[in-house]
């Protein structure tokens, strides 16, 4: 299986209906593909909390009409990062959205650990509640966003769910940028799973971002590595080598459950 990772760069100068055609033109040019992933928030910016209420939309909205296009035109399967996502109620959401080679909605996944402690994010956002997986061809994808990569059991919740590759999709601070990495691999050792992890690149509300999106081999090994600015990743994926991972050490056989602490 054939992923691209696309590290957008986000301008605060560009607008978003300028990126959104822009990055429906980068989705096209991934024909060959199988899998193409997007970042976190990449319209408005992860950081750009001023922005969250006037640029939210429904899931029908004109994100989901740009890459729907995008996504059928290339024949590819797409995970469109995320959006702010108003929902009938008028609550606001961090909600990725995997849409078919056909340009049909197939999965959403609200995001569940929301960043910025008692503001941003945190406070303008409500959470999710489920976790998320998606059954393509040859893989069948855990999805988790940014702030997720930090909360291992909800990866472990992903597999035990049937997910064999993790799509990690965010707009991860450069700040940070040793975290990232570190996380992303150990979720993939841990997880006995191919990782993608997308980030952006550029800068959010003055936030810089981290770039250097990763996909990680079941064994914790970096198969490809992005650069700072914007870039489109390229790998392979071998189906096999998650269940054959699995096999040769079996790990997650070995899980003790409902440990309970000592008093």
């Not at 150990?186 to 799973?193: H, L, N």
């Not at 600015?229 to 080598?241: C, I, R, T, Y």
Request: net charge negative; aromatic share 6%; hydrophobic share 40%.
């Amino acid at each position: 299986m054939r992923a691209s990772l696309i590290q957008i760069s986000v301008d605060d100068a560009e607008s978003v209906v300028s990126r959104r055609s822009r990055v429906a033109g980068l989705v096209r040019e991934q024909r060959g593909s199988d899998l193409v992933v997007l970042p976190e928030l990449w319209p408005v910016g992860a950081f750009a909390y001023e922005q969250f209420e006037t640029e939210a939309e429904p899931l029908d909205g004109p994100t989901f009409a740009e890459l729907s296009g995008a996504a059928r035109d290339a024949g590819v399967w797409l995970h469109g990062g995320s959006i702010v996502e108003r929902a009938g109620d008028g609550r606001l959401y961090n909600t990725a959205m995997v849409i078919s080679p056909a340009g049909e909605l197939a999965a959403t996944y609200r995001k569940i650990h929301r960043f910025g402690f008692d503001e941003g994010e945190a406070v303008l956002m409500s959470a999710g509640d489920s976790l998320t997986t998606v059954e393509l061809p040859e893989q069948t994808l855990g999805l988790a966003t940014c702030y997720d990569l930090r909360f291992p059991e909800l990866f472990r919740g992903l597999v035990d769910s049937g997910a064999t590759t993790l799509v990690v999709s965010a707009g991860w601070p450069e700040r940070r940028r040793a975290h990232w990495t570190l996380l992303s691999r150990a979720r993939a050792v841990e997880e006995q799973s191919y990782v993608l992890a997308c980030g952006t690149a550029g800068t959010h509300a003055g936030v810089r971002q981290a770039g250097h999106s990763l996909v990680v081999d079941p064994w914790g090994e970096v198969v490809a590595e992005a650069g700072p600015g914007e870039e489109v990743l390229v790998a392979d994926l071998d189906p096999a080598k998650v269940p054959d991972t699995r096999e040769q050490f079996p790990a997650l056989k070995d899980r003790v459950l409902g440990i309970r602490p000592s008093h």
